[in-house]
Structure formats: structure tokens, C-alpha cells
């Protein structure tokens, strides 16, 4: 696994404010983990979600 990335850089990979990254997350919609209580994206879950809602998918 890549390094995990922090809210900034995953919003910023998936064009959207970090609001939005924390709803996503907290509703489940995107692959997300905590360390220590900061929340954290595996870049290649990220890339695959990324990837299935430009399909349409769910």
C-alpha cells in the first residue's frame, strides 16, 4: 500500500472541498480509515471509487 493520504491531498485528487471528503466519509460513500483519529484514504481504494462514479457506478 502507498502512504495513506490526509483529507487535503484526497480532496484535492478528487477535485472537491473537504467538507465534501468528510461528508463522503462519514455517510460511508468513500473508502476511508482512521489513524489515531485523523482520517486517512488509501490512494488505490481512492483511484478505484474515483473510477467507479465516473462510470455511473455506486
Do not use: C, H, N
Amino acid at each position: 500500500m502507498q502512504d495513506a493520504w490526509d483529507v487535503r491531498r484526497a480532496a484535492q485528487f478528487l477535485a472537491i472541498s473537504e467538507k465534501t471528503l468528510y461528508r463522503l466519509a462519514a455517510e460511508g460513500s468513500v473508502p476511508s480509515f482512521k489513524v489515531g483519529g485523523s482520517l486517512r484514504f488509501d490512494p488505490a481504494r481512492l483511484l478505484a471509487w474515483r473510477e467507479m462514479q465516473q462510470r455511473g457506478g455506486k
